[in-house]
């Protein structure tokens, strides 16, 4: 895609935005949750799934029920002892599976924090490293960042959506650009613009 494509789209997203008397955009980023578990967990079972029915209460369980499985091998330790299916309240393998080779991998490259995540994320030769499991491709590499509090847009059926109404068409990459370019005119960030839209596109199903 030109560049002067992804301005035309972000000055159609823009425009669009405008327009919208109900739309809000908060102030601030996204925070962490300071515990791997509750991270990792939320990148792997997000996919396709309802979030706020589906994968938030999980996460709340997380963080109350193992406050001290914030880092990455006490959250394995955690899922070998009780098994992953009980943690996680979860039976389907899929996402157990891609959830364990996550932590798996980040045990071995020695990160066990947020922190740690956020800087091994910025070396952009992590991206293969990540999409080599089954489960992680760009919405989740995306989110990763956005759940470390890294700038980010994690393109979702909800943005996709949104992107449309707003008549720009594209793949994954087009509606990231639109959007991230689209928070820069507004003088936000890709994150805070991405939350605004998935929160107004959230209300509007409901």
């Known amino acids: 895609m030109s560049a002067h494509q992804g301005n035309l789209n972000a000055e159609k997203?823009?425009?669009?935005?405008?327009?919208l008397d109900d739309f809000q955009i908060q102030e601030r980023?996204?925070?962490?949750?300071?515990?791997?578990?509750a991270t990792l967990t939320d990148a792997a079972l997000q996919a396709g799934i309802h979030y706020d029915n589906v994968v938030r209460p999980r996460i709340k369980e997380i963080l109350e029920k193992y406050?001290?499985?914030?880092?990455?091998?006490?959250?394995?330790?955690?899922l070998r002892e009780k098994g992953p299916g009980y943690v996680l309240n979860w039976?389907?393998?899929?996402?157990?599976?891609?959830l364990l080779a996550l932590a798996e991998?980040?045990?071995a490259e020695g990160i066990e924090t947020e922190t740690q995540l956020a800087q091994w994320l910025q070396d952009q030769d992590r991206r293969g490293t990540l999409y080599a499991i089954s489960g992680v491709g760009p919405k989740t590499y995306?989110?990763?960042?956005l759940l470390?509090?890294?700038?980010?847009?994690?393109?979702?059926?909800?943005?996709?959506?949104?992107?449309?109404?707003?008549?720009?068409?594209?793949?994954?990459?087009?509606?990231?650009?639109a959007v991230a370019r689209t928070a820069s005119l507004l003088g936000r960030s890709a994150t805070q613009l991405d939350k605004a839209i998935w929160l107004y596109q959230s209300k509007r199903r409901q």
């Not at 997203?13 to 327009?19: D, K, M, N, P, T």
């Not at 980023?29 to 578990?37: L, N, S, V």
């Not at 995306?142 to 960042?145: E, F, H, I, S, T």
């Not at 890294?150 to 959506?161: F, G, K, Q, S």
Request: glycine residues 6%; hydrophobic residues 40%; charged residues 25%.
């Open 13 to 19: 997203l823009r425009e669009f935005i405008a327009g």
């Open 29 to 37: 980023d996204t925070e962490t949750y300071a515990h791997m578990g």
């Open 67 to 78: 406050p001290d499985a914030r880092t990455t091998s006490k959250f394995l330790n955690l």
């Open 91 to 98: 039976q389907g393998e899929k996402k157990i599976k891609t």
């Open 105 to 107: 991998l980040l045990r």
């Open 142 to 145: 995306d989110y990763l960042w």
């Open 148 to 177: 470390c509090s890294l700038d980010a847009v994690a393109v979702d059926v909800h943005l996709m959506r949104f992107a449309a109404q707003a008549g720009v068409k594209g793949e994954y990459a087009q509606v990231r650009d």
